[in-house]
Every structure is written in structure tokens, then in C-alpha cells.
């Protein structure tokens, strides 16, 4: 039933965020995967984890045999931005964009290369930048009759309601495909870090092996004169 959580699915789940987090996604992305794998709800998914953290956190014996590390399970808090910590933030994007920087790149250096703070300096400059007009059309009270200048009021309101829809509409799908080259950016990120790890260790691999290589040859070379030096000494005696 989908009510029910056996534990073989909830191992799953924690070690499926455990991997998210690795690899530099979002906790969302496990909901959603695990979801779709056992044929739930996101949202649902969501409320029980976080809800079996803080009863895993009463319950020694049940966290022991689902052998689960809680101090990799933690709810992440939001910050949120002062107004004067807000207005100093948009003021230095502000002034690196204007000396010449992206909107990336200004957040990217007040953030020092952390990813997570310059994706929130960048979602906060975003947001703050938005056009915030209403899409509320008022009309001037009339005491007698609509008039032809009323109804040209109407129709161009109406339009401006058109058209003020249709540039949300379009903000909305840039901020969606922002998100997800964001997402991307990250994902790629982490892989990139892993990478020079592992270029790293071949590197220090490879010193290794030269070292032992110039250890056998110098091993080799003192067997051969050895062997050369008794030789020598075998002729002499005969």
C-alpha cells in the first residue's frame, strides 16, 4: 500500500538524497525520482522524510538498523536577506555590471566561489529587477453614461492586460529555464571538481611509479656490476 514505508524503501530514500547531494543536486530532485520509483506522491515523499528525520532522531535502535548517518540528513534553513544587507547586494552587482561584469560573474565574485550563495545574490538581483506593475485597470467613475473616450479607456486597459500577461508568461518560462541551466551549471561543477581529483591522484600516482621505476633500475644496474665484478674475479683466478 502507499501508505506504508518498508524500510528497504526508506534506506533507499536517504541514500538516494545522499547521492543528490554528492553529485551537487538539488534534495528535490531525490523526491522526485524516488516518486516516480515507487509510484508516490513528491510532495508526500518530501513530508515523510523530513518527518522520519526528527523521529529517527528519538529512536537509536530503528536509526541503527536502517543504518542511516542523520548527520548527512539535515533540514536546510533559508536565510533571508535583510533590507540593508538586500540594498548593499544589489547595489555591488550594480556596480560590477556597470564596470563591465555579467550579472553571473558580479555574483560569482562577491560570493568568494561559493555556488550556493552566488545562486542566491542572483535570484535576489533577479527578482529585485522585475518589473512589479499591476495588472489592476482602474476607471474613472462616470455619473452619466459610457462615452466613445470610456470605451477607447477600456480597450487600451485591456490591451495593456494582454500584453502585461504575456511578458510574465514569458518571464516565467526564462526564470524555469534559468533555474534548470543553473541546475545544469552546478551538476557540472561538481562533476568538474571530481574530475581534477581524480587527476590529482593520477598525478601523484605516476610520481610514484617513477620513483619505484629509478628504485629497480639502480637495483638492476648494482646486480649487473655485481655479477660483472665476480666475473672478473673468477678470470683472474684462473
Sequence with gaps: MKGIWKDEEVKDLFSLVEQCKNDGKKVSFAFQQHAIKYSRKANSVRNYYYNEIERLKSDDQRLKSLDIDLSLHKKSVKKCFSSQEKNEIIQK???LVNNGCSVRKACFLLSDGDISKMLRYQNKFRTMQAPKNSNVITF????????????????MGIIRLIKKNAEEEMLT????????NE?????LIAKLGQKERELSFLKSDNERLKKENFSLKKQVMKKL??????????KAKA
Excluded: V
Design 173 to 180: 518560462k526564462f526564470n524555469q529555464q534559468a533555474d534548470q
Design 140 to 155: 474613472r467613475k462616470r455619473p452619466s453614461k459610457i462615452t466613445d473616450s470610456d470605451l477607447q479607456g477600456l480597450f
Design 183 to 187: 541546475e545544469n551549471e552546478r551538476t
Design 93 to 95: 552587482i550594480k556596480s
Design 225 to 234: 656490476c655485481f655479477e660483472a665484478s665476480k666475473m672478473s674475479i673468477g
